[in-house]
């Protein structure tokens, strides 16, 4: 007897830097969402779309929930708190070496009311031992009824697909939503904008990359190289000396660097240009964040 086809809709959520991003890419099988160890990477909803034969699950990543310090830290707490909506099964991550947090005890007890299974994934369990990850998942089940506890490692990916099997079965019979090829709806432009952000976050300072966003303003296909002129945006021109570096060596770097993974994901040549501007608190800005594609148009904060 042939097996039904399931299909539907998974929110990733959790606190910055537990590693929902790495989950991501690591279901996707490629970069979707960028990677760094400063929290809140993640500034939208990024589909990443995982087929087989008998399933297509649709995950959804969303920003780290975080207390927001300005109008941008608050887009991404709202995206992510929205992004539970609509959903068949949520994702709760949560990382293992990090102990039980404050708000990951909020959360643990609040979010058995919206009425959705929820499986709780304890992520980087290769760097703990198993006596300290023991009391941690009884501590966890004592807040809530979850579906599933699942340990496991998404940059090794250990654990991964024991944790698909288990999104399955909260899955209904249904139509296969995206072609089984498509890995994402994000569009190669707004990709291209995140690998390039993701390269300042591992380069530069604590704070300067918090404070930019990047704007892809030409990307012009060519039979054999995509040639791709893309604007930094910061908020200082003190970070703006540092995002440019001494004759121009940090931004070649980042440019060198960022160029390497866009190849990667158009399997072609790329020429990038890139250029810095200062936009003054653009964080604070509704019509910056909206223009910055971190907004829908018919959305308020």
Known sequence: MKNKFKSGFCAIIGMPNVGKSTLLNTIAGQKIAIISDKPQTTRNK??????????????????GIHNPHNKLGEYMVKTAKESMRDTDVVLFVVDATKGIRDM?????????????????IINKVDLVKKENLL??????????????????????NDGVDGLIDAITEHLEEGPMFYDEDTVTDQPEKAIAAEIIREKMLWLLDKEVPHGIAIEITKMKEKPKITEINATICCERKTHKGIIIGKNGEMLKKIGTMARADIEKMLD?????????????????????????????????I
């Not at 909020?106 to 299974?117: H, L, Q, Y």
């Not at 009824?145 to 699942?150: E, L, N």
């Not at 250029?275 to 959305?299: A, H, M, Q, T």
Request: include cysteine; aromatic fraction near 12%; hydrophobic fraction near 40%.
């Open 46 to 63: 990024i589909l990443a779309i995982y087929s087989t034969p008998n399933e297509q699950i649709i995950f959804t990543d969303t920003p």
């Open 104 to 120: 990951e005890r909020e959360i643990a007890e609040n979010i058995g009311k919206i009425g959705i299974p929820c499986i709780l």
């Open 135 to 156: 009391p941690m998942i009884a501590d966890f089940s004592s807040m809530n009824d979850f579906d599933a506890i699942i340990p496991i490692s998404a940059k090794m």
């Open 268 to 300: 072609k040549k790329v020429y990038l240009e890139l250029w810095v501007k200062i936009k003054d608190d653009w964080r604070n800005s509704d019509f910056l964040i909206k223009n910055f594609g971190y907004k829908d148009d018919d959305e308020l």
